[in-house]
C-alpha cells in the first residue's frame, strides 16, 4: 500500500463521509445536531461551565429527561464534557469541548438568523394559510 502525505489522508477520510448516503454514518449526526435541545443547550453552555440546574432554568420548556438524554448524547459525541467534583452534595458541570466551540459558531449563528427572521416567517406562514 503506498504512503499517503496528511492531506491526502484528510481527503480520503473526507470521502468516506457522504450524507447523501442512507448509510452513511454522520447523518445519524446531522439527525442529533438537527435537535433543538441541542441548539439550544451548546448555545447554553457557550458563557463557560454551568451545573445541571443553571441550564435546566436557562432553557425554558426543557423536561429533565430530555436534558439528561441531551447532555449524555453530546458528551459521547465528544462535544461536551461532564466534570463532577466530589463535595457535599457532589457538583456537576458541563462544558463545550474544542470539537463542541467549533460546532457553537454554526449552531449560534442558525439561533440568531432564526431570532433575527422570526417576524418574516410568521408573516409568510400567516399568508400561506391565508389561501383557499
Same mark, same amino acid.
Given at each position: 500500500?503506498?504512503?499517503?502525505?496528511?492531506?491526502?489522508? #484528510?481527503?480520503?477520510?473526507?470521502?468516506?463521509?457522504?450524507?447523501? !448516503?442512507?448509510?452513511?454514518?454522520?447523518?445519524?449526526?446531522?439527525?442529533?445536531?438537527?435537535?433543538? *435541545?441541542? +441548539?439550544?443547550?451548546?448555545?447554553?453552555?457557550?458563557?463557560?461551565?454551568?451545573?445541571?440546574?443553571?441550564?435546566? #432554568?436557562?432553557?425554558?420548556?426543557?423536561?429533565?429527561?430530555?436534558? +439528561?438524554? +441531551?447532555?449524555?448524547?453530546?458528551?459521547?459525541?465528544?462535544?461536551?464534557?461532564?466534570?463532577? +467534583?466530589?463535595?457535599?452534595?457532589?457538583?456537576?458541570?458541563?462544558?463545550?469541548?474544542?470539537?463542541?466551540?467549533?460546532?457553537?459558531?454554526?449552531?449560534?449563528?442558525?439561533?440568531? *438568523?432564526?431570532?433575527?427572521?422570526?417576524?418574516?416567517? !410568521?408573516?409568510?406562514?400567516?399568508?400561506?394559510?391565508?389561501?383557499?
Amino acid at each position: 500500500m503506498p504512503t499517503m502525505t496528511a492531506a491526502q489522508r #484528510r481527503a480520503a477520510d473526507r470521502a468516506e463521509y457522504d450524507v447523501f !448516503l442512507a448509510e452513511c454514518p454522520s447523518r445519524q449526526l446531522l439527525d442529533r445536531l438537527s435537535d433543538k *435541545w441541542v +441548539t439550544l443547550v451548546l448555545v447554553g453552555l457557550q458563557e463557560g461551565p454551568r451545573r445541571y440546574s443553571q441550564l435546566s #432554568r436557562a432553557i425554558a420548556g426543557v423536561s429533565q429527561k430530555m436534558l +439528561t438524554q +441531551t447532555l449524555r448524547a453530546l458528551e459521547r459525541d465528544g462535544l461536551v464534557t461532564r466534570t463532577v +467534583t466530589p463535595s457535599v452534595p457532589v457538583t456537576v458541570t458541563y462544558e463545550l469541548t474544542t470539537l463542541g466551540r467549533s460546532l457553537l459558531e454554526v449552531v449560534r449563528g442558525l439561533a440568531d *438568523w432564526a431570532e433575527s427572521h422570526m417576524g418574516q416567517v !410568521l408573516v409568510s406562514r400567516d399568508t400561506y394559510d391565508a389561501q383557499p
